[in-house]
């Protein structure tokens, strides 16, 4: 039987306006959604486009050379994510993560680095700037990100051993241009390196504890996560989800972990220390149960995808057009339009304050019915 082709253009339709409705306070730094968490942390994808295949995230039957991906004129400008940023975090944005697709093909992507790093919170703190690769460009850019201001890199790996790891990425990319990236990145001082391992059981359930071995004692944070039933393109079966407990069960075969409290609030990552002979933690891995555990109830992220539009959840399935607020176009004379810092400040309010997501909470009671011919939003779009 063919393998079922599933188009995802309807990410691409642009979202009502957001400037209606009453003016809401000025930003405190405080805003808070529906359910009471705070806006922390925002995630930027700066590109849909990936040098990878990998078939939990961008299979090469769906994102093959006919795929269209977005034109250069519809993702977002550099100024423009950066006069976002600064509304956000006059929200309370502390964090920001670029993501992508692979955020270092995006070119240039140092001079948008350098932008974001003159930013200040509200209490003129840096903001803790980040970024999630594939690894595969870390070698040669890490000293030039490094020296725009961004301050760690998290890269994803899904094995050690070269045929499980092509068979996973299915570009032929080799482990050792991965691992001579993260070397890079420690080398100039882009960390703590997280490294994040997506599991699939039958696929590469076998690399769990070389992987373990590699890293521990490297300074590297090892993390394992649940394959996730993110979008409609990757075909997710949940007999190949490897739960987290099988996972830390696998480890404990070899290792003796002890438990590590949560690092931040919203941490998706439960922690474990490697212990040494007097029981001392020397390392850690993290293990995140994106679906064997409900994870919503203190989710302080927002995502902005590449051309502009703000998700309020991984899985959510439509997104909010911050870039039509952005480029409202002219008026019936002709006259460009403008929009102030002060009604994105609104909107974002507006969009935040009604939010009440909690998909993975609700994934346990079946309560997940989509509108009518609208799926949730793929991964690769908005980041992970």
Request: proline content about 5%; glycine content about 8%.
């Amino acid at each position: 039987m063919a393998e079922r082709v599933i188009p995802i253009t309807d990410l691409r339709q642009h979202a009502p306006s957001l400037l209606a409705g009453a003016a809401v306070p000025a930003p405190s730094g405080l805003l808070s959604d529906a359910l009471g968490r705070p806006l922390r942390d925002l995630r930027i994808s700066v590109t849909d486009r990936c040098n990878f295949r990998c078939s939990y995230c961008m299979p090469k039957q769906v994102f093959d050379k006919h795929y269209e991906f977005l034109p250069h004129a519809e993702l977002l400008s550099f100024e423009e994510i950066t006069r976002l940023t600064r509304v956000f975090v006059a929200h309370g944005v502390q964090k920001i993560r670029l993501t992508g697709g692979e955020p270092l093909l995006r070119r240039h992507l140092e001079a948008l680095i350098a932008m974001l790093a003159e930013i200040r919170t509200p209490t003129g703190a840096a903001l803790d700037l980040t970024l999630t690769t594939n690894g595969s460009l870390l070698a040669r850019k890490a000293q030039a990100l490094k020296d725009a201001g961004l301050q760690r890199v998290t890269v994803s790996l899904d094995g050690l051993d070269d045929a499980v790891f092509k068979r996973m990425n299915d570009v032929d990319f080799p482990v050792a241009d991965v691992l001579a990236g993260i070397e890079a990145a420690r080398a100039v001082g882009l960390g703590p390196i997280k490294v994040n391992m997506v599991v699939k059981r039958g696929t590469n359930d076998d690399q769990i504890l070389p992987m373990a071995r590699h890293f521990r004692g490297s300074g590297v944070t090892l993390r394992f996560i649940e394959y996730m039933d993110v979008g409609a393109t990757n075909g997710w079966r949940m007999d190949e989800v490897m739960p987290s407990a099988a996972v830390l069960a696998r480890l404990r075969e070899e290792f003796v972990l002890t438990p590590l409290s949560p690092s931040v609030t919203g941490e998706t990552a439960e922690r474990w220390g490697y212990a040494d002979e007097n029981g001392q933690p020397q390392g850690e891995i993290g293990l995140i149960s994106s679906v064997t555990q409900a994870f919503c109830g203190d989710c302080n992220r927002a995502r902005l995808s590449t051309e502009g539009k703000l998700y309020t959840c991984l899985f959510a399935h439509r997104g909010h057009d911050l870039r039509g607020l952005l480029r409202p176009g002219a008026d019936s004379a002709g006259q460009a339009l403008t929009i102030s810092d002060e009604q994105l400040q609104d909107a974002i309010a507006r969009l935040w304050g009604g939010r009440a997501d909690r998909y993975s909470q609700l994934r346990a009671t079946n309560a997940l019915p989509l509108p009518d011919g609208e799926r949730r939003v793929e991964m690769h779009y908005i980041g992970g």
